[in-house]
């Protein structure tokens, strides 16, 4: 199974930072690398797809890149909302899919 | 209004069964393949199983014999039947669905508790 490596685990920032998670690939997965966001208490909800898309209803300061084993989620100006915890998801190779450890984004 | 919503969940012992449902509403069910996913109190994400449009079935080892997902168009839902229940089988269940076949989840249910305890 490829295993999903988060950088860091958690971090704390102020609301107008710039933010950026890490996720590593065990192996190389092209670009079959997904981000969620999960608010304590909530179900997760799909950020971006296919390392670089954004989903549909997802404000443009959340971006993705990468390719192969590197990837990064980056929020260019934290807001309020988005203190919560953040997952990467590998599909190259399914089954089975696999999740990061998770982000826990918390204020400073 | 596009939703998904579980229910099924509860206390059981170990070595028990308990059946889920995932009710859909607000898109075309059966175009979409359809997932549940689970979370442990405090923990990561873990898939759980996978279902095809076409009804093909996918699981990972740590549950596979012992859970079987399966669906039902006419009634706009999905179903997580488990069976041989174990203490580490504890978490929130969440059904998700699949985004254009991508194994990426652009919309889930708020999810349901399964307790597995003595």
């Known amino acids: 199974d490829i295993q999903m490596t988060q950088s860091p685990s958690s971090l704390s920032a102020s609301v107008g930072d710039r933010v950026t998670i890490t996720c590593r690939a065990s192996q190389s997965i092209s670009k079959f690398l997904h981000w969620y966001q999960q608010k304590p208490g909530k179900a997760p909800k799909g950020l971006i797809y296919?390392?670089?898309s954004l989903q549909s209803g997802v404000p443009s300061r959340f971006s993705g890149s990468g390719s192969g084993t590197d990837f990064t989620l980056t929020i260019s100006s934290l807001q309020p909302e988005d203190f919560a915890t953040y997952y990467c998801?590998?599909?190259?190779?399914?089954?089975?899919?696999?999740f990061g450890g998770g982000t826990k984004v918390e204020i400073k | 209004e596009v939703q998904l919503v579980e229910s099924g969940g509860g206390l059981v012992q170990p070595g028990g069964s308990l059946r889920l449902s995932c009710a859909a509403s607000?898109?075309?069910?059966?175009?979409?393949?359809m997932h549940w996913v689970r979370q442990a109190t405090g923990k990561g994400l873990e898939w759980v199983s996978a279902?095809?449009?076409?009804?093909?079935?996918y699981y990972p080892d740590s549950v596979k014999g012992r859970f079987t997902i399966s669906r039902e168009n006419a009634k706009n839902s999905l179903y997580l039947q488990m069976n041989s229940l174990r203490a580490g089988d504890t978490a929130v269940y969440y059904c998700a669905r699949d985004s254009d076949g991508r194994w990426y989840f652009d919309l889930w249910g708020r999810g349901t508790l399964v307790t597995v305890s003595s």
């Open positions: 998801q590998q599909s190259y190779s399914t089954p089975p899919i696999t």
């Open positions: 279902i095809g449009t076409a009804g093909d079935t």
């Open positions: 607000g898109f075309t069910f059966s175009s979409y393949d």
């Open positions: 296919a390392a670089s």
